[in-house]
């Protein structure tokens, strides 16, 4: 069955660096997503992407973060410079296209700032 | 995303139907009742969704009532691979909005 997958599993970075979270979305899918969760609270959505931009942003989704389809397959996360509070889990979703509306999640990528 | 609420914590026994209640009192004519799972950590599970009527997969089964106001998620025969947090969500359009969940446990 197909599936989101995401790498790295866990990112350690220090604080001001700049990090990429890889997220290979399933193949026919045409809407891509990000979320996030900060240990021990809820999921909260990022960002919303189709057609090579980003349809729906949060407050979260501030100017150190951007996204990336470079290829057909991979879907990216760069957060510019990472704070300590970005720290959490970060998980990919795709949904395959308008006629509906289930969105499909990888497994995560746990992000750790120094 | 219309307000769901769900209870914080539920128990079941191994083996026995779970069945985990939602109220979404102020859903939307489009709005679907999504459920996901969230086992430990890992990304969230897609479940069982609908909008009117009952629906049944090979996971789970969704109750509807008629004026849509409420919706018991059914897992038939529980095991302890089920003990999760439990995410009903009424939900249309893109962002998925979730909410602090059922924590259910499995009890062997």
């Known amino acids: 069955e197909p599936e989101v997958t995401q790498t790295p599993s866990h990112q350690v970075t220090q604080m001001g660096q700049e990090v990429i979270l890889r997220c290979v979305p399933i193949s026919n899918h045409l809407y891509f997503y990000w979320y996030r969760q900060i240990l021990g609270q809820k999921v909260e959505f990022l960002v919303s992407?189709?057609?090579?931009?980003?349809?729906?942003k949060s407050e979260i989704f501030d100017d150190q973060f951007s996204v990336e389809r470079p290829d057909g397959s991979n879907f990216t996360l760069k957060i510019r410079s990472t704070k300590l509070e970005d720290s959490a889990m970060y998980f990919c979703?795709?949904?395959?296209?308008?006629?509906?509306?289930?969105?499909?999640f990888g497994p995560g990528t746990r992000l750790t700032v120094l | 995303d219309a307000k769901t609420t769900q209870p914080p914590s539920m128990d079941c026994a191994e083996g026995r139907a779970a069945n985990l209640p939602c109220n979404h009192s102020?859903?939307?004519?489009?709005?679907?009742v999504y459920w996901y799972r969230q086992i430990h950590s890992q990304g969230p599970q897609y479940i069982i969704h609908g909008l009117k009527n009952n629906e049944t997969n090979e996971m789970a089964s969704l109750i509807i009532t008629e004026d849509r106001k409420s919706s018991t998620l059914i897992l038939p025969h529980a095991t302890l691979r089920d003990t999760a947090v439990y995410y009903c969500?009424?939900?249309?359009?893109?962002?998925?909005?979730f909410g602090t969940g059922t924590r259910l446990t499995i009890i062997p």
């Open positions: 992407f189709y057609n090579n931009e980003i349809s729906e």
């Open positions: 969500i009424a939900h249309k359009g893109e962002k998925l909005t």
């Open positions: 979703a795709s949904r395959v296209d308008s006629s509906s509306d289930t969105q499909y």
């Open positions: 102020t859903i939307s004519g489009n709005e679907y």
